[in-house]
Structure formats: structure tokens, C-alpha cells
């Protein structure tokens, strides 16, 4: 028994070790063969009041893997920065993804949501985003694109969750993501699914500028519970239980109604509560 405990241990220090040596030696690069819809990266140019994005994804999605690239810049005031949403997208079990949409004073949104890079053919898998095998990518797309893909595409139930904040807090918020774009953009990283993911960089997004900072719980960890984290520390504002909460937001109907409507955000908006 002794002698079996003894190769057991040795087996699981040369698997540590060996993943100890995987884990210094990979590093995470923006030269790869990347899957067409991530192959461009976003980045900002900021000049006091306004900020230029280019490359704002804005595909065309005639199906989930059949779609026409186009990308567009815009120019941004800052000061008009009217709204910002926390958006779920909840999937099987306890997995869910989660971005954020900024709305501003002329009516449009632009979207960012904190991705997988995947290369060509490749696909996402929980256990190798533990394993520094995937990088990690801010999108920022037009909401036609990035949200219109989830409702009326992929048929996912979304929900779209007001922040209740203010404007200059808003504004520090998308500042600060379209920054850390920028970053990643000169030096990539790796994505994790438990520690650098969708929903733990939104939280430290929102910890920059909130001080009311989300708390450690295992609902930080699981997307799929983030919304009602944000209900219970009030970054989201309701009434009723968190299902309830969730009915009411859920725009996917709405979504899939007027897919073809050039006001498309403020439509699937209106069904929202006070």
C-alpha cells in the first residue's frame, strides 16, 4: 500500500511539474490563424472629450456560421454617454456570458464583450480554457451584430440589465475597457475560465469605478449567477425574486420581432422596466 501511495504521488508531481514547465514555456501571441470573426482587433484613439474606435465589428448573420464581415470607426463623445447594460446570456447548467452595451445621446450602442480567441477550426472547451490554450479578446461590435446574433441566430434567451450609475462613471467604465482593449491589442493574454473570463473582467471594470465593489462569492465565479450578484449588492435595480427579474428583462422576443428594424436597441429596449 505504502508502495502504491509513493507512485501515486510521484505520478501527480511529475504531471505538476510537467504542466509548471507547459505553463512558462507557452505564451500567449496575436499571430495565430484566427477564426474570421475574431481576426480583427478593435483598438482607440482618445482625444480629450471624444474617443475614435476602429474596426467595430458589425457583421451581417444570414445563420450562426454563415455571415458577411464588415467592420466600421466611429468617433464617440464622451460626455453623451447616456446608459450602460449588463447583458446574460445564460446557456446549460451553470455556464452563461456575459457584456456590456454603452448607449449614447444620437441612439447608437456599441457592445463589448470579453471573449475566447479561437483559431480556425478550433472550438471553445471549459477544461482548455484552464490550461493557457485559449487568449483572450475584447470585441467591440455594434449591437446589430453582437447581440442580433444571440436572440435571433443562436435562438438564446438574453437578458439586459440597466446599471444604475452615473454618467461620469459610465464614462470611466468604457474608458476604461476600450483601454485595456488597447492593451491586450500590444500584449496579449491568455483567457481562463475561472479567473480571466467574461464576468471577472467586467467585475474589475466595475470595481475601477464603483464604490460599492462587487464581493468575493461563488456567483463572481459563475456567469451564469452574475446577475443576480449584481440584483443582490444593487447594481441592478428590480423588484421581486431574480426569476421574476429575469422574465422582464428578457429581450429575445422582442429581439427576434424586429430584427429588421434600423431601431433595433431601442425597441428591444422599450419592453425593459422603469
Do not use: Q
Not at 455571415?67 to 445564460?90: A, G, M, R, W
Not at 461590435?141 to 443562436?154: G, I, P, Q, Y
Not at 443576480?228 to 421574476?244: N, R, V, W
Amino acid at each position: 500500500m505504502k508502495r502504491c501511495s509513493k507512485i501515486i504521488l510521484g505520478l501527480l508531481a511529475i504531471i505538476i511539474i510537467g504542466y509548471g514547465v507547459f505553463a512558462v514555456s507557452v505564451r500567449p501571441s496575436n499571430a495565430r490563424d484566427w477564426s474570421e470573426d475574431l481576426s480583427v482587433l478593435a483598438t482607440s484613439e482618445f482625444n480629450d472629450n471624444l474617443v475614435t474606435i476602429k474596426n467595430i465589428r458589425n457583421f451581417k448573420y444570414d445563420s450562426v456560421l454563415e455571415y458577411t464581415p464588415d467592420y466600421y470607426d466611429k468617433t464617440f463623445d464622451l460626455n453623451e454617454i447616456k446608459s450602460v447594460d449588463f447583458i446574460v446570456e445564460p446557456f446549460s447548467g451553470v455556464a452563461a456570458h456575459t457584456f456590456v452595451a454603452f448607449g449614447f445621446e444620437d441612439g447608437s450602442y456599441v457592445d463589448i464583450s470579453i471573449e475566447v480567441r479561437r483559431e480556425k477550426g478550433e472550438f471553445y472547451n471549459i477544461f482548455k480554457g484552464m490550461v493557457r490554450r485559449f487568449e483572450l479578446v475584447y470585441v467591440v461590435a455594434d449591437e446589430n451584430d453582437v447581440l442580433k446574433l444571440r436572440t435571433n441566430h443562436r435562438k438564446d434567451d438574453v437578458y439586459i440589465y440597466p446599471i444604475d450609475t452615473t454618467k461620469e462613471k459610465m464614462r470611466k467604465m468604457f474608458v476604461s475597457m476600450l483601454s485595456r482593449a488597447n492593451k491586450l491589442a500590444k500584449e496579449p493574454e491568455f483567457y481562463n475560465t475561472v479567473t480571466n473570463n467574461c464576468t471577472t473582467n467586467i467585475v474589475e471594470h466595475v470595481n475601477e469605478i464603483s464604490t460599492k465593489r462587487v464581493p468575493l462569492s461563488y456567483k463572481y465565479f459563475l456567469p451564469k449567477y452574475s446577475d443576480e450578484l449584481a440584483y443582490e449588492i444593487g447594481l441592478i435595480k428590480g423588484e421581486g425574486t431574480i426569476e421574476e427579474l429575469r422574465e422582464s428583462h428578457n429581450v429575445k422576443e422582442v429581439a427576434n420581432l424586429y430584427g429588421d428594424d434600423p431601431d433595433f436597441s431601442h425597441k428591444i429596449r422599450e419592453i425593459l422596466p422603469e
